[in-house]
């Protein structure tokens, strides 16, 4: 792991709570609203901080997600530290007197961001401090393209949105996933939209004009600065995500060997999993998705495990060197409770993916899930996985997904 967050992580204190003597006033718990300095644009987030059984506790509010802070410390100097290991991210801030100054620490790939913010106690609006008496109604569903210029590609999307009031939430979904939970509101005819989970940032910044249409802006870690537009289109529609990576000609099979976490080889096919039904999904730790994937592929394999489900997750990161990534893998299986195997497939790139799994045409999303059969055939590969932020997309792919696995564990060996 960076040496940062070596760092970042020796700092923490032990129990991630306050120590028994700190003062009970050293932070003020309930609702805290900040302010990202985010590539010269505000990016407002909300959170709030409690007392749990073990101490003190942090939760980030996005639309209907409370993601907990996996780790949180303060100490008696009110330095506050919310770590998330699982991400190799984190915030540090100063708190005085119901305020805070500070950073976030955003790693992707050898670069590790650092975004200034502010935050004041008792705060709970999202944009603006009063709500619009105005505003347009932003609604239902909408065709999407997102132009990247630093990476010169347009991405077709469909936008999920709900309102109520001048309150927006919802979220943007791709062929190779969804941007997650999205807040905001409507404020005449523009539409404000931001994120903060712990793992990632995001600004969305739009107006309708005369057309209906939508043009904006939107901001990420990843992407920094990208446009986008959008129509209302309820009948809008992305690729069919059984179609976009299949096995190449010649092979009838998907085979490898990597090391787990404990540096022991698995292999497939291998005695270990003849006769059973396997789901190998493609994935990383930086991937939001992919621990989307993990929260609800934990306790559905343990479902099953006793009719011969396995399930291998292949992880794919930001770097080459095992020992680079090491404990941030641990800290997610950790984080997810997961019991199956981990293997370290290699750093994310695209050559290292198709030199590993060279029976692939292409893995264009982290996750990508192979459904294997007790004879060990592949029957369907299944591109991204639509999380719980895309409401009827995600229900009916749990659905879809378990009505196709239990198919294949009611089939003979």
């Known amino acids: ?59 980030y509010l996005n639309g209907k997600e409370r993601m907990p802070v996996e780790q949180v410390a303060i100490d008696e100097a009110g330095n506050l530290e919310l770590n998330f290991p699982s991400y190799s991210s984190g915030l540090s ?36 401090d009063t709500p619009a008496g105005d505003y347009a109604d932003f609604s239902g569903r909408w065709a ?6 630093a990476f010169g590609f347009r991405q077709p999307a469909i936008a999920l949105f709900e309102q109520s009031g001048a309150a927006v939430s919802g979220t943007v979904l791709t062929q190779v996933g969804d941007f997650r939970f999205l807040s905001g509101e409507a404020r005449g005819q523009d539409l404000y939209l931001s994120a903060f989970d712990g793992g990632g940032t995001q600004l969305w910044l739009a107006s309708l004009d005369e057309n209906g249409s939508l043009r904006g802006n939107f901001d990420s870690v990843t992407y920094q600065a990208a ?10 529609r992305l690729e069919d995500p059984l179609s976009l990576t299949y096995l190449k000609p010649g092979y009838d099979r998907v085979s ?10 698995v ?44 399930v291998i997750d292949l992880m794919f990161e930001y770097s080459d060197r095992f020992e680079d990534v090491a404990e941030q893998m641990r800290a997610y299986r950790d984080r997810y409770a997961i019991q199956h195997p981990i293997l370290f497939a290699g750093d994310s790139a695209r050559e ?13 999303a982290f996750p990508t899930t192979i459904f294997i059969d007790r004879q060990g055939q592949v029957r369907r590969i299944h591109t991204a996985f639509p999380g719980p932020a895309s409401g009827e997309e995600h229900e009916n792919y749990k659905r879809e997904f378990t009505a196709f696995v239990d198919l294949l564990l009611d089939e003979r060996a």
């Open 227 to 236: 446009e986008w537009t959008a129509v209302r289109d309820p009948d809008a």
């Open 93 to 128: 801030a100063q708190v005085k007197a119901g305020s805070m100054t500070g950073e976030i620490a955003l790693t992707r790939r050898a670069k590790v961001y650092r975004l200034p913010f502010t935050a004041t106690q008792g705060l709970s609006h999202r944009f603006f």
């Open 352 to 364: 290292t993916r198709a030199e590993k799994l060279p029976m692939l045409n292409d893995i264009v």
């Open 267 to 310: 292999s497939l096919p291998s005695e270990r999993f003849d006769g059973k039904v396997v789901l190998i999904v493609i994935g990383g730790t930086w991937c939001p998705t992919c621990h989307d994937e993990a929260q609800f592929m934990v306790p559905f394999q343990a479902s099953r495990a006793d009719k011969g489900l396995e």
């Open 144 to 149: 999407v393209e997102i132009y990247v210029p």
């Open 1 to 59: 792991m960076r040496k940062w967050i070596w760092v970042f992580l020796a700092a923490l204190i032990v129990g991630c709570g306050p120590q028994a003597d700190q003062p009970a006033d050293t932070i003020a718990t309930g609702p805290w609203r900040g302010e990202i300095d985010h590539f010269g644009r505000t990016l407002p987030f909300n959170m709030e901080l409690r007392q749990g059984p073990e101490g003190l506790e942090a939760v």
């Open 256 to 265: 490898f060997s990597f090391p787990d976490l404990n540096g022991e080889t």
